[in-house]
């Protein structure tokens, strides 16, 4: 969904400089998800359909409220439903808005080798442009959430946009929009960090979750998603939300340092060949049936 | 076969002094092989580096670049397997080859007085063969891995990255060989090209390139010219 209008800051597999590298705009967006208010009645999910046109579908039925394992190319926002057994016997029912999670250091972004494939604007939206996209599917490989997804018929990479089009015109995502229980909030980073903080203070002071805390990763350089759970501690009982998330070290490597050294070995190997030319030449010996020695 | 050579240039030897080297199917196969690997190369390296995508703009864009990678690949893979078939025994390393490997520095400096003699294959050539072969293997077992890479459970995560590792290492291993053998087989041994394109050689190529292999042929049904 190319968004010429916002500033870009960050492009996929592009050769030398980045036009908007190194803009800061004081405004990041962010979605701030409170799994501890989310009823899952999945209008989210319904909302996003309708906005990207993409149609319902039958759902994967596995013992759960959940529609479907995980997202698809074609299904960008799912509630992940996950019963918790606590300490003390009691069963919870944890539900969390699964999406993209739009992080400041984009893995997926990193491992794209097709140029402008992937941007990151100045607002922090990390976005897919399908016209530049050659579906290779090293995204997959860079993303540490498991979101990108790949379209059999287009072989073009999809994922949810955190609604860049609608952003862009000023209105919140979809699926902020389309919440019963206002468990999703939209604003600038700072703004939500400050709600979350609230709301993280609230459950430990008044209802108890003394382990409650904000879903923001380090690892991956903070998140344009963030969740407040009831466990902080316990990410992975929320549909497997990873506790440490990271852009993977041998992605880093292999998109840094092993770029240098694999062009400088074959440069090397070009100017060490005509080297052994210059010096010793063609074999001496009469061979060539056809044109060989000089 | 000798007989094929359309159009001999004054400079050729008579048709007579002509030996075969590599016969049709031999030369066929090393060029699907070729063409396979070189799809793969100028691809593979657009993916590699954002220097070099123009390398897959010149094939039809990245798109097109990467839907036909794979297939070239599969393309190289089995014309590379078949070339065991044909050369499997010929390849095969032995003893007599240590002497030859001990003496690679002379063979590098074109001392080739002071290199012993050869069979079919050197043992430089022969290395070269298993370098590609085993290269091959790697490059479509982990090839795989990234052309279907939903369907490696994301549980499995680190296999989609060795999957990626162990492409880029193997891939690499093969363009130095590559590099090498190209230079080789075009420049450094003049007749070379010829012998992989047309199939034939010169007796007086055979014999110094490859004596053990020259007397073998010439003494099967082949009429002896000098001897």
């Not at chain 2, 077992?141 to 162990?166: D, K, T």
Request: aromatic content about 12%; charged content about 15%.
């Amino acid at each position: 969904m190319s968004q010429a209008t916002l500033q870009i800051t960050r492009i996929s597999g592009h050769a030398g400089p980045v036009p908007g590298a190194g803009v800061e705009r004081a405004d990041q967006v962010c979605k701030l998800v409170d799994t501890t208010t989310c009823i899952g009645c999945k209008a989210c999910e319904v909302a996003c359909l309708e906005w990207n046109g993409y149609e319902f579908r039958e759902t994967v039925f596995d013992n759960s409220y959940q529609t479907m394992p995980e997202t698809e190319w074609n299904y960008w926002n799912l509630i992940k439903f996950n019963e918790h057994e606590r300490e003390d016997g009691s069963l919870m029912l944890l539900m969390r808005k699964d999406q993209c999670m739009h992080c400041a250091d984009p893995g997926c972004l990193l491992a794209c080798p097709a140029d402008g494939a992937i941007v990151q604007y100045s607002n922090g939206i990390v976005d897919f442009q399908q016209e530049h996209c050659i579906g290779c599917g090293y995204c997959v490989s860079g993303c540490p959430f498991n979101i990108p997804k790949f379209n059999p018929q287009t072989k073009k990479m999809f994922k949810c946009t955190l609604c860049s089009d609608r952003v862009n015109e000023g209105l919140e995502p979809a699926c902020i929009k389309s919440c019963p229980t206002g468990c999703l909030h939209f604003g600038t980073k700072d703004d939500m960090t400050d709600l979350a903080n609230k709301r993280v203070h609230q459950l430990k002071e008044h209802f108890g979750f003394s382990q409650a805390g904000v879903y923001d990763p380090p690892g991956v350089g903070g998140t344009g998603v963030m969740y407040v759970l009831h466990d902080a501690t316990n990410p992975g009982a929320y549909g497997g939300l990873p506790k440490d998330p990271q852009v993977p070290m041998l992605v880093r490597f292999w998109k840094g340092p092993a770029k240098w050294i694999g062009n400088l070995a074959m440069l090397g190997g070009i100017f060490g060949l005509a080297f052994h030319h210059m010096r010793f030449g063609a074999k001496s010996e009469n061979g060539g049936s056809e044109g060989g020695r000089p | 076969m000798s007989a094929s050579r359309a159009i001999p240039s004054p400079a050729t030897h008579e048709s007579g002094d002509s030996i075969v080297r590599y016969n049709l199917s031999e030369r066929v196969h090393h060029l699907l092989a070729t063409v396979g690997y070189l799809y793969c190369l100028a691809t593979g390296l657009a993916f590699w580096s954002p220097y070099l995508f123009w390398l897959a703009v010149i094939v039809g864009g990245g798109a097109t670049a990467r839907f036909w990678h794979p297939w070239f690949g599969l393309l190289f893979v089995i014309a590379t397997v078949w070339m065991l078939r044909l050369w499997g025994s010929d390849m095969r390393i032995t003893e007599a080859d240590e002497a030859w490997k001990k003496a690679m520095p002379h063979y590098v400096r074109n001392e080739d007085a002071r290199v012993p003699a050869a069979g079919r294959f050197n043992y430089g050539q022969k290395i070269f063969f298993w370098l590609m072969f085993w290269g091959a293997i790697l490059l479509l077992l982990s090839g795989l891995g990234l052309w279907f890479v939903e369907s490696i459970p994301f549980s499995l995560h680190w296999l989609r990255l060795l999957a990626v590792f162990v492409h880029v290492t193997a891939a690499f291993a093969t363009i130095a060989g590559f590099m090498i053998h190209v230079y080789m087989g075009v420049i450094m041994v003049p007749g070379g090209t010829n012998a992989i394109v047309r199939g034939g050689v010169s007796r007086a190529w055979a014999r110094v390139h490859h004596r053990l292999w020259y007397e073998q042929v010439t003494k099967g049904p082949t009429p002896p010219a000098g001897k």
